[in-house]
């Protein structure tokens, strides 16, 4: 009966008066607001996810290092450890060395990092892609690096800063990586230790050792346990120690976002609430004809109920396809965005399903209150 | 039976109290009919709405069939209206965006009666107030007289033992009021149902069994009319 009565108020009627437009237009509010949280909220997740993953998949999880490097006895020993006090792990060497790289630009600083190649999807699960018909050793340029020199399969030249500005050299190309971070896929040129070694004259033992955990939930533990066991011979920075100002600036990023969304679905609703009520009001008479004819007060508080949570159920649902396909346009399609300003070169975009389920259990909620408010309002006033 | 007892209604107006109806008292067997008439502001509706429990009395008792009217619950009160009792208003309050058939069956609907059924129940009484064409057509789609029919078989599709009618020709021309007097009269006949009618035409009250005339919230006149 409920549905029955409902889809009779609801239904379109002969005259439409500037009540009804009023009402079209909150609807509309309601519909548009909720595509809006939802853009926002895929916005939200596909930036920090990008910049998650990138920081992530470029930087292990832990970091152990010293001034005057780490020499093999040590690599071996925390290595041990390491089998002993984890579910499984990924470690690589590394060793930096600084370049200039001649761009139509001018020279470019760019920071040449040696690691074990063997281990680079294990312990860097970069997006690696091998030059065609390559073989023996060479460097991977990041993606952006690669696009900027226009470099096409064979070398490119390099200046080695440390033995002079007019000492012009050239490495082989092994391919490409891409992070998804700009500044990374800009500056940043790997490959592998010997090679470094080889080519910019590098002491044997490695700066540090990056370690990569299987099951990175056990982070804490293992950070604490290296930090006991090695805390007075190494420095140990987790991953969060070192990216803590992008992930605060992600946090805060978050809190803005939230809070506007927030403010600005508070507002639908009082916009709803003003819908529900004129609603409500405009057919107050055959409410409360309904209750004469033996419709309990209960009774029409739950249609008064069902009314509303339809309307704004409609309203939020169609709002948050709307939503949707929006974001899936933006992952199909994309909008450009400047790569040297925003680190990324599209808005990046990702669906976290218990956002938008927790987005839309929290509106129809407050439509149900909404509901409910004006439904009291009505049913206290007793005139016909 | 419907007994009243010392019925009073005052209520607030401009800083003053103003007494609607005063120690009003009556009995009405079942099956009886009574008309009420008095001049406007005399109390009629305010009887009317006390009886159907649309409004609260300050003082006195109403029971209907030994129930007591005032002391119901929400709940008792919504199935004493599904059941028990029927309204016919004045001005037919039918629901604009429902069609005449649908406004029909509306009390069955409330009470829980199937779809199909209660559609059914409707026909037949769109049949006995002769606007059975009428059953498709939106409120507005029809005549003065038809939408009061319409209104009656309302009213009275659930049969309920105790019809009250406010002013249910009121807005009719004389031709169209007593046929729709006659119609409400008869069918209330084969209800067996009582009838509490307020109506500004006393020709009509004298041919119901009781006639009550008010005058400033009291009873003027008592009439038990033998036929």
Known sequence: MMLFLAKRFLGQKNERSVRSQIMLISFLGLLF???????????????????????????????????????????????????????????????????????????????????????????????????????????????????????????????????????????????????????????????????????????????????????????????????????????????????????????????????????????????????????????????????????????????????????????????????????????????????????????????????????????????????????????????? | MLKVQNLSKKFAQHGATVSALSDVSFELPAGASLGVTGESGAGKSTLLNLLGGLEKPSAGQITFNDRDLLRMTDQEEAKFRQQDLGFIFQFHQLLEDFSVLENVMMPLLIGGTPRQQAEETAQIWLDKVGIAHTAKRFPKEVSGGEQQRAAIARGLIHRPCLVLADEPTGNLDEGNADHVFELLCDLNHDLGATLVMVTHHADFAKRLTHHMVLRDGQIKNWQTNLK
């Open chain 1, 33 to 384: 607001v909720s595509a809006f949280v939802i853009v926002a909220l895929a916005i939200l997740s596909g930036s920090q996810k990008v910049y998650r993953d990138a920081v992530l998949n470029f930087n292990a999880h832990i970091l152990i290092f010293h001034q005057d490097g780490l020499y093999e006895h040590e690599v071996k020993s925390i290595n041990a450890f390491l089998l002993e006090n984890t579910q499984g792990f990924h470690a690589s060497g590394y060793q930096y060395h600084e370049i200039l790289v001649p761009t139509k630009l001018g020279l470019k600083p760019v920071i040449v990092k040696g690691i074990e190649l063997a281990q680079k999807k294990e312990v860097y699960p970069l997006s690696w892609q091998e030059e065609k018909n390559f073989s023996g050793d060479g460097a991977y340029l990041g993606k952006e690096l690669y696009r900027s020199l226009q470099a096409r399969g064979e070398t490119f030249s390099y200046i080695n800063a440390k033995e002079g500005l007019s000492l012009k050299q050239s490495l082989r190309i092994a391919g490409q990586f891409e992070s998804g971070y700009f500044d990374f896929d800009e500056r940043f040129v790997l490959m592998d230790l010997a090679l470094l070694r080889k080519t910019f004259s590098k002491a044997q033992q490695v700066e540090g050792l990056e370690i990569r955990l299987n099951h990175v939930e056990e982070l804490d533990v293992v950070a604490e346990a290296l930090w006991q066991k090695f805390g007075d011979d190494f420095e140990i920075q987790t991953w969060k120690e070192l990216n803590h100002s992008l992930f605060e600036a992600l946090k805060l990023d978050r809190t803005v976002v939230f809070s506007v969304s927030l403010l600005v679905v508070m507002i639908a609703c009082l916009n709803f609430f003003g819908f529900l009520f004129l609603f409500f009001m405009e057919r107050r008479r055959e409410f409360l004809l309904l209750n004469r004819l033996g419709l309990s007060k209960q009774g029409l508080g739950r249609l008064l109920v069902f009314v509303g949570l339809s309307v704004g159920g409609a309203s939020v649902g169609l709002g948050s396809v709307l939503g949707l396909a929006f974001v899936f346009y933006l992952h199909k399609v994309g909008i450009a965005l400047d790569p040297t300003v925003y680190f990324v070169d599209r808005v990046p975009v990702f669906l976290e399903p218990i956002w938008i389920v927790a987005f839309v259990s929290g509106a129809l909620l407050l439509c149900w209150l909404t509901a409910q408010l004006a439904g009291m309002v009505l049913l206290k006033d007793k005139k016909a």
